[in-house]
């Protein structure tokens, strides 16, 4: 199914999400044209530093306990598996990220570790594409086709941006975009920069000079479609993190970026959920004083407390889902355990996962198998 943005809603083949034709019968109504979603941005993840021995001790940071070693298939073939239970339970969309996000436990990481440390994204210093990385993405976006699930692409993390030269940006945006077509995707969000106002990103990728490349990813579909024939859609935007998707800090957002956007992408992160609400209420006022209209509004990441000792897993506030529910506002989550690497459990793991999951089930109701599987029935 291809997701569409119909007003301050999506669609997946012309009808709101979480109805009957989408797949929820028994949806609570309030999910009609949302997408419940978490953070996920580790799946493709691999380290391409020698040893990973982060720690000082000799020991690969990254190593499964049964095997002592690092695999990146593994990480990704696990993922993908446990994407149908993701759907089953209410969670049909979710952020993968080509440059990863912070493997490590806490938030910021362990003391005299930096993440820059690390080289692990899909992008080389010239911008072209690491071809071991896109094919685990080939892997995870092919399944979500099949699923009927709504992928969220992050181009940049700030961490692992300046691994890209800043002249090679461009590059980096064409080459993700024209690969994103050439596979056959439709219909993704593009979530451009994780956390644009972080100082580490380059100009460019910063909110208030972000619009030329979300720009750029407009201009890469057009010509790929004026080119084949083809009518491609790709919605843009780029996340903020936890302080600036406050309601004082999203007041100032340049209408440079509101112009450019085709949705909001704030962050929940150790906010209050009274703060979510008011976030919420000047998205809306931003956006219809800029562009005379509102803009669907997605939390992609909310985690109550970045900082849980080792092995102690951390989530969001299930409070803030319920705020985004009132206001017709897609909510998500960042589960430690999931973005930790390597994930022990993609599905079924520790309480807050649990309780993530049994949220969502209870909210979306018992699902229909995806439109692909019953197409298959069909067929027999």
Partial sequence: MKVTIVGDSFHLDGNPTYTRLTGFPEADPRLAGLILNHRVVNGIFDDLTPGHAYYGDGVDAWAYPDTGTWNAERNTDSFVQAMRAW???????????????????TSPPPEGVR??????????????????????????????????????VNYFYQHQVR????????????????????????????????????HAYYPALRVDGIHTLLYRVRDDVDLYNARTGKERRFYVSASFGGWESTAVQLARLPESFVRAV???LPHGNQRTTEEVRQAIATLRERASAIRGHTLPIVYNEDIADPQTPSGVDSAGDLAHLEACLEAHVSGGNLIRSHQAVPCQAWFGGSEVQNAWFAATHALAGQARPPSSVLALYHCI
């Avoid at 969309?93 to 912070?102: D, K, R």
């Avoid at 692990?120 to 086709?145: N, T």
């Fill in 115 to 152: 993440i820059e440390a690390m080289d692990s994204g899909a992008f080389a210093p010239d911008g072209s594409l690491r071809p071991a990385f896109m094919a685990r993405l080939k892997h995870i976006l092919d399944r979500a086709r099949e699923l009927d699930m709504v992928p969220i």
């Fill in 262 to 264: 085709d949705l909001f």
């Fill in 163 to 198: 691994r890209i030269r800043e002249d090679a940006l461009p590059t980096a945006v064409d080459n993700a975009t024209n690969w994103l077509l050439e596979n056959g995707y439709d219909g993704l969000i593009i979530d451009l920069a994780n956390e644009c106002h972080h």
């Fill in 87 to 105: 759907r089953d339970h209410g969670v049909i969309a979710f952020t993968i990220g080509l440059q990863g996000g912070n493997p490590f436990w």
